[in-house]
Each structure stands twice: as C-alpha cells, then as structure tokens.
C-alpha cells in the first residue's frame, strides 16, 4: 500500500489593494452643517407664509387641513416650473392634488410673493429616515 504524503502549501500573497481604508474616524474632520436655513429663501419665504393665513391650514410635517409642506417639498422638485405653477395654485386656489378639501384662493398676494412662499416650501423636503 503506497502512502500518498500530499503537502499541500497553499501560499497567500497579500497584495494591498491600495485601498484608503482608514478605519479611525476622526471627529474633528466633522463637517461644517449646513442648514436649508442658511438659504435666503428661507427667511424671505418663511415671513411671508408667516404673515399670511399659511399655516392656518398648513403644518410643516403634519398634515393639517392642507398637506404637511414637507410632504409638498417632496413631491415636486425645486425648479422653476413647479415654483411658477404651485405659486399660481396659491393665488388660485383650487383642489384634488391632495384631496378633496380646497385651499382658497389668496388673489391679493404679488406673484413674486407667493413664488418666495413656494421656494420656502420646497426647501423643506422631509429629511430620508
Ligand atoms: C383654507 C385652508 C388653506 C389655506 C389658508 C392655505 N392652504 Fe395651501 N392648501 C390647502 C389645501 C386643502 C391644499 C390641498 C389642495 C389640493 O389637494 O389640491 C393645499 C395645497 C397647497 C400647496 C400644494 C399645491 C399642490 O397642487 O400640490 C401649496 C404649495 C400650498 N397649499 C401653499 C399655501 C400657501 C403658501 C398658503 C398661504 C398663502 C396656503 N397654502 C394657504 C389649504 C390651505
């Protein structure tokens, strides 16, 4: 009976990928926050919604008698085009986006006043859990 003596040497070269794996994260390299809040249309918007009738039926993430605006904010992109038309809605009024409870119409707000209310809005995408 012949005794098979099998050496198996199995050899691993590692070979650094070059990977920049750095695994300590440094706390001080925390990046500066930036806040939608920092943005001028913010403030701008945020004063008008609040001395209008805004959030007699808007809340900002609940929804009240109108849609949550960061519900809004997530449904449509902020650009121009959806500025233009949710601050002709404004001024509109109108219905059956969101259901059928009607906003009234605001036809005494500028159009330049209720595109700054909408980019308010827009700004205020509800955060991704
Ligand atoms: C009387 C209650 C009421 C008031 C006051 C009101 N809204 Fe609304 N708003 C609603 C309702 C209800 C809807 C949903 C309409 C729909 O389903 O199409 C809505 C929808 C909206 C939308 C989304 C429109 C769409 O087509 O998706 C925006 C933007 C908005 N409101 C902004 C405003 C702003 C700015 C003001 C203040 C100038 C305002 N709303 C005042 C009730 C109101």
Redesign the pocket.
């Known amino acids: 009976m012949k005794k098979y003596c099998i050496v198996l040497s199995v050899a691993f070269f590692g070979f650094a990928c070059g990977n920049s794996s750095s695994t300590s994260e440094s706390k001080e390299a925390a990046k500066p926050v930036t806040s939608v809040m920092d943005n001028p249309d913010y403030e701008k918007g945020l004063n008008?919604?609040a001395k209008?009738?805004?959030?007699?039926?808007?809340k900002l993430r609940e929804v009240?008698?109108?849609?949550a605006?960061g519900l809004?904010a997530a449904?449509?992109e902020n650009n121009e085009s959806n500025q233009e038309?949710?601050?002709a809605?404004?001024i509109a009024?109108?219905?059956?986006?969101?259901?059928?409870?009607?906003?009234?119409p605001?036809p005494k707000?500028a159009k330049e006043d209720?595109i700054a209310?909408?980019k308010y809005?827009l700004l205020l995408k509800e955060e991704k859990k």
């Open positions: 008008l919604v209008s009738d805004c959030f007699t039926c808007h009240s008698i109108g849609p605006y809004v449904k449509y038309k949710l601050a809605k404004v009024g109108g219905q059956g986006v969101w259901g059928q409870i009607p906003m009234i605001h707000l209720a209310m909408v809005i």
